[in-house]
């Protein structure tokens, strides 16, 4: 409640600052503990940007600021480039050069793969008998050169497309690799029952290379024994013994100009 000369007299502005006078205590009760806001805010600021850039650590940088930014090879996956995956093939005896090896479960693996879902699902076939080998008709010296030539031309494929399920009716896992995109891929998914994707993945009992562009037609599967480590007792794995079991495991090999899908399902048969 001043006059304008009260108030003019209360204040005198010098470079820009609010000078006390005697008339001027509500102005200086507020001018306080404003100036001493800012004057904490300020030495907060200075303190923080000294602390930002003046503190050490006594023993050097902690490990977790030496971790950030460091480079690694996992976002250069992406669908048909995935290393797990990959691993699993090279285990199968395949290497997908070309970095393009689709791992197919289900009808909407078919779509990311750029192919087209099955028209009838769950499909019925009949599988058309084919040789095995050490018998009259196919011997293991000719499966096996044949098997590792179908490994090495799927290997320089430009794509690789593998379809994964159960035996229809059983628990018995298969994977097929094969370089054609085709509806042999869509009407293998349809005729596999679909089976869980272990991740990481692993060998299936029945795997199956097949190989689209191959002059000389062949078809004919192995079955043979080999010995997987198991879970085993304490004392077992300090004996320095881990325990092993025999299990069975079939291949197919299906070459030809155009693979016939009946010849690859009696080979899993």
Not at 102 to 129: C, E, H, M, W, Y
Not at 211 to 218: A, H, L, Q
């Amino acid at each position: 409640c001043c006059s304008d000369k009260t108030t003019h007299q209360a204040r005198t502005i010098q470079s820009g600052c609010i000078q006390q006078q005697p008339n001027a205590v509500m102005i200086s009760f507020i001018a306080h503990p404003i100036r001493a806001t800012l004057k904490q805010g300020l030495s907060r600021g200075r303190w923080a940007r000294s602390l930002s850039t003046n503190l050490e650590w006594e023993g050097g940088l902690p490990d977790t600021i030496k971790r950030v930014g460091e480079p690694t090879a996992f976002p250069n996956e992406g669908p048909g480039m995935v290393y797990e995956f990959n691993w699993a093939l090279n285990g199968d005896g395949v290497t997908p050069l070309k970095r393009s090896a689709f791992r197919i479960n289900k009808a909407l693996d078919l779509k990311v793969a750029g192919l087209q879902p099955p028209k009838t699902s769950p499909l019925k076939v009949k599988g058309a008998a084919i040789a095995e080998a050490g018998s009259d008709a196919l011997s293991f010296e000719e499966f096996d050169a044949t098997c590792q030539a179908a490994r090495d031309n799927l290997s320089l494929a430009d794509h690789l497309y593998c379809p994964e399920g159960h035996v229809p009716g059983t628990r018995t896992g298969v994977r097929v690799i094969t370089n054609s995109g085709s509806a042999l891929v869509s009407d293998l998914v349809a005729y596999l029952d679909r089976c869980p994707k272990a991740s990481p993945p692993e060998s299936m009992p029945i795997t199956c290379f097949v190989f689209e562009g191959e002059e000389k037609k062949f078809s004919g599967y192995s079955i043979e024994e080999i010995e997987v480590a198991v879970n085993s007792s304490d004392a077992a794995l300090d004996a320095g013994e881990p325990l092993k079991e025999a299990r069975s495991v079939a291949t197919v090999v299906v070459a030809a100009k155009k693979p016939s899908l009946q010849e690859v399902i009696g080979g899993i048969e």
